[in-house]
């Protein structure tokens, strides 16, 4: 069975600026404006409101945020924990890309992103863990 975030369509790399942007905003709050997350969104993108707008929009359409309107503003909410979409975004990486092969995935983290001993510890408690199951 697929997990939600696995059923809706792909993140692009700009939209994945903006979920992680909205997940950060909403530990503080459950919704957001697009004039809250502005200014979060331009430590990464040099974007005008009605870019990330546009950009908003997009991601409801998707099913990753809701919106709802109070007066004259819009209120965003995101639909999927951050932890989910991430989960749904490397699974359909391993599968498409790796055709479901992990090792190579694996073999660049240890490679090109020199893990550090506690992440190599972290890793193997995983690998652990999956043979118990």
Not at 13 to 34: F, G, H, N
Not at 85 to 101: E, H, P, Y
Not at 112 to 133: N, P, V, W
């Amino acid at each position: 069975m697929k997990s939600d975030a696995a059923a809706k369509p792909r993140l692009s790399p700009s939209e994945w600026v903006v979920m992680q942007a909205a997940w950060k905003a909403m530990e503080r709050e459950p919704e957001i404006t697009a004039s809250e997350l502005l200014p979060a969104v331009q430590e990464k993108r040099t974007w005008h409101f009605s870019t990330l707008k546009t950009m908003l929009d997009r991601l409801v359409k998707k099913g990753y945020l809701s919106s709802r309107i109070r007066g004259n503003t819009c209120f965003y909410q995101s639909t999927i924990p951050r932890d989910q979409a991430v989960r749904g975004a490397i699974g359909s990486f391993v599968d498409n890309v790796l055709d479901g092969t992990f090792g190579p995935l694996v073999a660049y983290l240890a490679d090109r992103r020199r893990l550090s001993k506690r992440q190599i510890a972290e890793l193997e408690r995983m690998l652990d863990g999956s043979e118990e199951r």
